[in-house]
């Protein structure tokens, strides 16, 4: 036998029963278990990058599990359900996507013949998520009156959050014209950097005026990304993992020696770390 979501959802009803359920699940909050649904979701993607595919499963089920949970809480405060939730999103999903259920309902069928071009499809798209957005009841903001960018998650990560700023500001016209005049400003917010550096080093200028500069260069890096077609978080992602596989290499190699990292030079560091780039060069001739 096989259980189903029915049976998930009954689970989950049991968990936060008030007098027969599980301490812990009962006390839980919209707000408190946020943290755990965010730590699932990089649980995904890291058992993806790695080709984990059976801890994929389990993983799956684990962030399925925090929609569940969100639902229950919702059913509970007479929200939504998870019934709600999904009949939402197969409604967004299915008006969204008119290049494929051109009726607007489920069972409707594109013909493959006229079916529109990627150009089509995606001014499509971002017009209907307009649509979408300015047909939301309006809601006080922070940041002053209705904006463009509206809708874009501050709680997102600051790396994520800055492609999806510079997305939604280029569909309206506010981007550069190509790569080259990134370049240029990428080599301009470098020397700002340094010069709020040595200023404050030296006592002439803030110190907050060096977390400043680096935004705005980490935020140009985004925009060159961006042009490049290259996922910034994933490039980054990656060298993560290169450099820690080459630390390790280094560990490996003093150990092997007899030697202690720790009590060596930064000299004598640095020449194993190309010595460790060096074997990797030859393992991809």
Not at 2 to 20: C, E, F, Q
Not at 119 to 127: L, Q, T, V
Not at 231 to 250: D, G, V, Y
Not at 263 to 268: I, K, N, P, Q
């Amino acid at each position: 036998m096989n259980y189903s979501i029915d049976d998930l959802k009954t689970l989950m009803a049991r968990l936060r029963d008030p007098d027969t359920g599980c301490p812990w699940d009962t006390r839980q909050t919209f707000r408190t278990i946020v943290p755990h649904t965010l730590e699932e979701a990089y649980e995904v993607a890291d058992a993806i990058d790695r080709e984990d595919y059976p801890h994929l499963e389990d993983e799956l089920g684990d962030l399925l599990f925090q929609v569940i949970f969100y639902s229950q809480l919702g059913k509970e405060q007479s929200h939504f359900d998870f019934d709600s939730v999904v009949d939402n999103l197969v409604r967004k999903l299915v008006r969204r996507h008119p290049h494929v259920f051109p009726d607007g309902t489920l069972e409707s069928r594109i013909d493959p013949d006229n079916r529109p071009g990627e150009a089509e499809i995606k001014a499509s798209w971002e017009r209907i998520k307009a649509e979408e957005r300015a047909a939301k009841p309006e809601k006080p903001s922070e940041l002053g009156p209705d904006s463009r960018l509206d809708g874009i998650a501050r709680t997102l990560p600051a790396m994520v959050r800055a492609e999806k700023l510079q997305r939604r500001a280029a569909n309206h016209g506010f981007d550069w014209p190509d790569v080259e005049p990134v370049f240029e400003k990428l080599h301009e917010e470098i020397d700002e950097l340094k010069e709020a550096w040595y200023d404050a080093r030296s006592g002439a200028g803030p110190v907050e005026a060096v977390e400043d500069e680096l935004g705005d260069l980490l935020f140009v890096c985004v925009n060159l990304a961006r042009f490049m077609k290259v996922n910034p978080e994933q490039a980054l992602n990656s060298t993560n993992h290169k450099f820690e596989a080459r630390f390790r290499a280094i560990e490996d190699h003093l150990e092997g020696e007899g030697r202690d990292m720790d009590g060596e030079s930064l000299e004598a560091l640095d020449a194993v770390w190309q010595a460790v780039k060096g074997i990797e060069k030859q393992r991809e001739k």
